[in-house]
Each structure stands twice: as structure tokens, then as C-alpha cells.
């Protein structure tokens, strides 16, 4: 189903020892089109946009989520940072041992930067932590290399934008913005609202009022998710260590540091799980997603209590 259909195809590992194991492509009304690839094809790789525009909406709090995931899951070795917003450097100061910045620029000699987001993608999966207000910059590189060309398509596994939202207008019109210059069927697309940014009334049912969303999200299938919050206090410490939030339930003293801290990174396996269910090439859940959310939208509802199953 789109955006997740055969033009978007997931790549499954697939065991080169046993061809019985290659599975045929399945139609578009699958949720996840399979691509078989030859036996000395070398693996493909993704790329994960963590974008947004607007600044403070959390880019970096959710990429310092999934890049804890993917280290949960053993996969360490399988991912590299890019971190495109090294003024500030939360995300590389934690995550660092694999990590690139590079700067998104008008700059003559300087606008070939982010080039090793796909040069890194040929060993990797990629991460990248956008800053925000690159939004020129950044159409003008992907323009430049390609991004949505079928030979880029054919050289990575997966290209994925998580467009993170604090769900604001400013911040929605961006995300709509978005849509009409990177069409979802072609650059796949997720919405993360960030409950932690802005509402205080615990909800972003709003937003179903905004016609112009809506219509957008159920027309493209757009799956929807609400990331999770973080006592301000555990992130501050998180912060000022520099520790990955596993490191933080590891090391602090304090019990109610640990206990928040241990809590939260339950959450966020529960979270990404959904995305990332067997491998990190594949954000194959998006799918599940989109299905388990389709009845509300034909109601004109924001449903994003799929969530709510590992809460």
C-alpha cells in the first residue's frame, strides 16, 4: 500500500545458502512489496531523513531515540550518523563513534557536503539529524544527486523522511510544504508529533479540524505516530553526561533518574518496534500502521492510538 508498495519495495535479507527461502514479489494490496535480490547482488542499505524545518520540534530527541533502538537490537555496527546540524552536536556528542557532520550550504564550494549521506549508504544505513530552515539547501542538493531518481532508488534499500511536527501551524504548513515537493509515493514519508513540544492538554486532536491535513494524510496514507516525552530532568542529565539513555539507567545514582530512565527506554522499544520490526534496512511496520489507522481516517479522525498497545 502506499507509500509503502512496490515502487518502494523492501528489502529482505536473504539467506544465500538456501534459495528456497527467496520469496516472489507480492502485489501492491500486500503491505510490503519484496524484493529478491540476486545471490551476488551486495546488500542494500538505507537512508533515514529525521527532518522537520522547524526548529526545537525534537529532531534530534527522536534520533537520538532510534539510534538507541538500533543499538538495542545488536545492530551497531549496521548504522552511520550524519549529523547535518553540527552547530550544536546533541545528537554526535552521544552517538559518535560512527558519525560524519556535514553542513547543507549555498556555499559554492561547499554544497557538495552532504553527498556522504549516499556515499556512506553503500556499507551503511544512514541516519541523518537535519537542522532545521534548510529546506532550500536541502532541495537544491537533492535535486543535484538525484534523491528521488530510480538510480538512487536502485542503489539504497529504503529512503524514509521522519517529518517531526511539535503541531503547530508554522510547523504543519512546513510538513504540507513538504508533501508537495517530495510526493510521499516517492519519498516516503512518516508524521511524528512531538507531544513534549507544545500541547499541554495531552492532545493533538486539533488537528483534525485542519481540513487541508487531513486530506493530505489520508490521500497519500500517511502513517502517523506520537512520539513519546521524557522527564525534563532525566534529559538534562542525559545531556550533560553525554550517555545514551540505556547508559543513563547504567550509570546515574539517583533512583528516580534510574527509574524514569529505565521506563523510557522500554518505551522507545516499544516504539520503534513498530517501525523496525526484523532489520534496520526496512521500516516495513509503516505499513501495519497505515492499515491500522485507515478506518479512522475515513471518519476524518487522527487516530495515533496504534501506539497505545506498548504503553
Same mark, same amino acid.
Given at each position: 500500500?502506499?507509500?509503502?508498495?512496490?515502487?518502494?519495495?523492501?528489502?529482505?535479507?536473504?539467506?544465500?545458502?538456501?534459495?528456497?527461502?527467496?520469496? $516472489?514479489?507480492?502485489?501492491?494490496?500486500?503491505?510490503?512489496?519484496?524484493?529478491?535480490?540476486?545471490?551476488?547482488?551486495?546488500?542494500?542499505?538505507?537512508?533515514?531523513?529525521?527532518?522537520?524545518?522547524?526548529?526545537?520540534?525534537?529532531?534530534?530527541?527522536?534520533?537520538?531515540?532510534?539510534?538507541?533502538?538500533?543499538?538495542?537490537?545488536?545492530?551497531?555496527?549496521?548504522?552511520?550518523?550524519?549529523?547535518?546540524?553540527?552547530?550544536?552536536?546533541?545528537?554526535?556528542?552521544?552517538?559518535?563513534?560512527?558519525?560524519?557532520?556535514?553542513?547543507?550550504?549555498?556555499?559554492?564550494?561547499?554544497?557538495?557536503? $552532504?553527498?556522504?549521506?549516499?556515499?556512506?549508504?553503500?556499507?551503511?544505513?544512514?541516519?541523518?539529524?537535519?537542522?532545521?530552515?534548510?529546506?532550500?539547501?536541502?532541495?537544491?542538493?537533492?535535486?543535484?544527486?538525484?534523491?528521488?531518481?530510480?538510480?538512487?532508488?536502485?542503489?539504497?534499500?529504503?529512503?524514509?523522511?521522519?517529518?517531526?511536527?511539535?503541531?503547530?501551524?508554522?510547523?504543519?504548513?512546513?510538513?504540507?510544504?513538504?508533501?508537495?515537493?517530495?510526493?510521499?509515493?516517492?519519498?516516503?514519508?512518516?508524521?511524528?508529533?512531538?507531544?513534549?513540544?507544545?500541547?499541554?492538554?495531552?492532545?493533538?486532536?486539533?488537528?483534525?479540524?485542519?481540513?487541508?491535513?487531513?486530506?493530505?494524510?489520508?490521500?497519500?496514507?500517511?502513517?502517523?505516530?506520537?512520539?513519546?516525552?521524557?522527564?525534563?530532568?532525566?534529559?538534562?542529565?542525559?545531556?550533560?553526561?553525554?550517555?545514551?539513555?540505556?547508559?543513563?539507567?547504567?550509570?546515574?545514582?539517583?533512583?528516580?533518574?534510574?527509574?524514569?530512565?529505565?521506563?523510557?527506554?522500554?518505551?522507545?522499544?516499544?516504539?520503534?518496534?513498530?517501525?523496525? $520490526?526484523?532489520?534496520?534496512?526496512?521500516?516495513?511496520?509503516?505499513?501495519?500502521?497505515?492499515?491500522?489507522?485507515?478506518?479512522?481516517?475515513?471518519?476524518?479522525?487522527?487516530?495515533?492510538?496504534?501506539?497505545?498497545?506498548?504503553?
Amino acid at each position: 500500500m502506499a507509500p509503502y508498495n512496490d515502487k518502494t519495495a523492501v528489502n529482505k535479507k536473504k539467506d544465500t545458502n538456501d534459495a528456497s527461502q527467496a520469496k $516472489p514479489e507480492n502485489n501492491q494490496d500486500s503491505k510490503a512489496a519484496i524484493t529478491v535480490e540476486p545471490e551476488n547482488s551486495m546488500a542494500k542499505h538505507s537512508i533515514y531523513f529525521v527532518g522537520g524545518e522547524k526548529g526545537g520540534v525534537g529532531k534530534s530527541f527522536f534520533t537520538r531515540c532510534m539510534l538507541d533502538y538500533f543499538i538495542a537490537r545488536g545492530w551497531n555496527d549496521e548504522f552511520a550518523l550524519i549529523e547535518a546540524d553540527p552547530t550544536i552536536n546533541d545528537v554526535s556528542s552521544v552517538y559518535d563513534e560512527d558519525c560524519e557532520k556535514v553542513i547543507f550550504s549555498d556555499k559554492r564550494f561547499g554544497n557538495d557536503e $552532504p553527498n556522504a549521506i549516499v556515499d556512506k549508504a553503500i556499507d551503511k544505513t544512514v541516519v541523518v539529524n537535519m537542522p532545521s530552515n534548510v529546506s532550500r539547501q536541502f532541495h537544491e542538493w537533492s535535486k543535484k544527486i538525484g534523491l528521488l531518481s530510480p538510480e538512487l532508488k536502485a542503489y539504497c534499500g529504503n529512503i524514509t523522511y521522519f517529518f517531526i511536527s511539535d503541531g503547530c501551524y508554522q510547523s504543519i504548513q512546513q510538513f504540507l510544504s513538504h508533501i508537495n515537493r517530495y510526493p510521499p509515493e516517492e519519498l516516503p514519508l512518516c508524521l511524528i508529533l512531538n507531544i513534549g513540544r507544545l500541547t499541554s492538554g495531552g492532545s493533538f486532536i486539533y488537528l483534525e479540524e485542519y481540513e487541508d491535513l487531513m486530506k493530505a494524510i489520508k490521500l497519500h496514507k500517511i502513517p502517523v505516530l506520537q512520539m513519546l516525552a521524557l522527564d525534563t530532568s532525566v534529559q538534562f542529565e542525559s545531556d550533560r553526561r553525554k550517555l545514551t539513555y540505556r547508559q543513563l539507567c547504567e550509570q546515574v545514582d539517583k533512583y528516580s533518574y534510574k527509574q524514569n530512565a529505565n521506563s523510557f527506554v522500554k518505551l522507545i522499544d516499544g516504539f520503534f518496534n513498530q517501525i523496525f $520490526p526484523n532489520n534496520i534496512r526496512s521500516p516495513e511496520g509503516l505499513s501495519n500502521i497505515v492499515e491500522a489507522q485507515e478506518k479512522y481516517r475515513k471518519k476524518k479522525k487522527l487516530s495515533i492510538l496504534y501506539q497505545e498497545k506498548f504503553n
